[in-house]
């Protein structure tokens, strides 16, 4: 279990939280007894690839699965002291939106195509903030241009359609941002984007969190943007936290193979032109499969007979870094030389 | 040194007819791009640029406005028949999505196999022969025949999408961001084979993509493309060292740091807005707009200035300007 050093109630507190799916088929655990936390003004990235669950953790718990998927959902998910797990889907609908407010990746997809941008945003505040729908479009207003969209007042008329993806995603925080939520859940914001928009969301992500004092969990594949936002970094692969901890501890101190394997595939302007590309052998786990041992064995270059003994727990890695977790048993063979 | 030229765009404009609103738009505006035998050349730019526009012409799925396609000495866009046909096989598109170009309802086999038959080879044995050879050569099992596109990760399935492009043994493959929708740790797989195909075969590659660091280290030649025209071209080394056009400078410090401590006190250019719209360029240098080091000049046509050798930059101020350091 994870205790939280120091510091008041987080706003966010998951603990053991397993999702499990089923299809007509098969079922499946995308998330496997997760636990993390998320304080007042942190910024927490979950980085993970695809298929390795960090979507489901953030959306399940606030009843956002895709229709017609049965789920069983254990463990509790507390947000500032309520667990929205248990709570009904009178409450959750405050929550969300209200308490939690959620950017979506693609922003197209969660803009209603034929309704204006004005009235989605003010929808948000009539309904969250319980202003009149003449003070909600002037809030509306006042958002679009916090998100730096040039021209706000007359893109309150416009539609989705009439802009480009990078307005879009401004959109879509300004949408995240109406209820004045405490957490933003951002599910990979930037990767529809173009470089050089990405820069420009991040640097917004960054201001508004400080502007508003929110905490933000990111859920993204892309470590560069992760450098340069989180103050905290969870690496989930299987269905589980294979690391976290501090940006510091994770990117530059990172001790799981997985979250090596990872930064190193990340294509960078020092490595020598011509020379060959650094990634990880195989690919990912099919998660309807049982899985003995650690999930990353197949893909290690540093497994040991013991990875095959059941899944490795979470424990501290070697350093001075007390939230800094791993769960690896080949970690946890150094950290025991290290002891010795 | 450069090696032959195996294709030669020269000057091509690919332009659409917006259906509603009866505007010209100039996707690809002008552009000149040349491929050796066995290279890698590589044409980056951010979505809306053209990048795409000018592989999809190239292959002829889209119609061109005017210029040439010479390939092999030969212009594609006045061929006919079967010399057409003949020329159009030696040229291969790989799509982004793995997901969307392969059917669902065809073994991986039988995907191959077609692409075989298309390519004339009758006898079917010796496409038997040929598909085990082709799924050797982009790194899969025999066994891997049988099973369907579903049941492969997106990795498997852009390595079947090389096969089935190899299987018309072609001299040049045109990839459009062929590891964009790819897990990060499987992209350098499939970036290693396109290294180890232009090594063991001599397969030449025009790699479009919007992601400079991959393009950097793949290829020998880079084209910086923006707003349907050309930015800046050069040799990767040069162009990556000494960016000479403010976009190419602007890309380059996008590209995020892994390392948390150097993103902190990294200073990067922040370009303002999006690229503007192709219907109606702005006159001059088409980055003027969201250049910050533009002045009055800039609204006159850029001169191609030489930097050095192949090192050419389409600015006013080339070489003068530097919005930010390289890094290294």
Known sequence: MIQTVGSATPILDVRNLTVTLHTPKTSVR??????????????????????????????????????????????????????????????????RGGGIGVIFQDPLSALNPVRKIGRQIAEVAEEHLKLTPRAAEQRAGELLSLVGLPDPLSRLQQYPHELSGGQRQRVGIAMSIAGEPRLLIADEPTTALDVTVQAQIVSLLKDLQRRLKMAIVMITHDIGVVSGMATKVAVMYAGRLAEIGSVDDVLTRSVHPYTLGLLNSVPT??????????????????????????????????????????????????????????????????LADELA | MMPGPLIDIVDLKTHFRDRRTGAEVKACDGVTVSIGEGEIVGLVGESGCGKSTLGRTVVGLERPSSGKIIFRGEDLLSLRGRRLAESRRQVQYIFQDPYSSLSTRQTIGQAIDEALVINGEKNAKAR???????????????????????????????????????????????????????????RA????????????????????????????????????????????????????????????????????????????????????????????????????????????????????????????????????????????
Do not use: W
């Open chain 1, 30 to 95: 995308p998330v496997d007894r997760v636990s993390y936390t998320v304080n007042e003004g942190e910024i927490l990235a979950i980085v993970g690839e695809s298929g390795s669950g960090k979507t489901i953790l953030n959306l399940a718990p606030l009843g956002l699965l895709p229709a017609g998927v049965d789920s069983d959902i254990e463990g509790s998910v507390r947000f500032e002291g309520q667990d929205v797990l248990t709570s009904g889907e009178d409450k959750l609908r405050a929550v």
């Open chain 1, 269 to 334: 302007l020092k490595a020598p032109i011509g020379s060959r590309f650094s990634g990880l052998p195989g690919s990912p786990p099919d998660l309807s499969r049982r899985i003995d041992g650690c999930a990353f064995m197949p893909r290690c270059s540093q497994a040991i007979p013991n990875c095959e003994r059941g899944r490795p727990p979470l424990v501290h890695a070697p350093g001075d870094s007390p939230e800094h977790l791993a769960a690896c048993p080949v970690v946890m063979n150094k």
């Open chain 2, 128 to 186: 038997q022969k040929r598909i085990e050879e082709l799924l050797a050569a982009v790194g899969l099992p025999t066994q891997i025949m049988d099973r369907y596109s579903r049941e492969m990760s997106g990795g498997q399935r852009q390595r079947v999408c090389i096969a089935r492009a190899l299987a018309a043994n072609p001299k040049v493959l045109i990839c459009d961001e062929p590891v964009s929708s790819l897990d990060v740790s499987i």
């Open chain 2, 189 to 328: 797989q499939i970036m290693n084979l396109f290294l180890q195909l232009r090594d063991e075969m001599g397969m030449a590659c025009l790699l479009i993509a919007h992601d400079l660091a991959v393009v950097r280290q793949a290829a020998q030649r880079v084209y910086v493309m923006y707003l349907g025209r050309l930015m800046e071209i050069g040799e990767s080394r040069a162009l990556y060292d000494r960016p000479s056009h403010p976009y190419t400078q602007a890309l380059l410090s996008a590209i995020p740091d892994t390392d948390p401590k150097q993103e902190r006190v990294r200073q990067r250019i922040m370009l303002n807005g999006d690229v503007p719209s192709p219907v109606n360029p702005p006159t001059g240098c088409r980055f003027r707009t969201r250049c910050t080091a533009a002045q009055a000049v800039c609204e006159t046509p850029p001169p191609a200035k030489v930097m050095g050798p192949g090192h050419i930059a389409a600015c006013h101020f080339a070489g003068e300007v530097n919005l930010a350091p390289a890094r290294h």
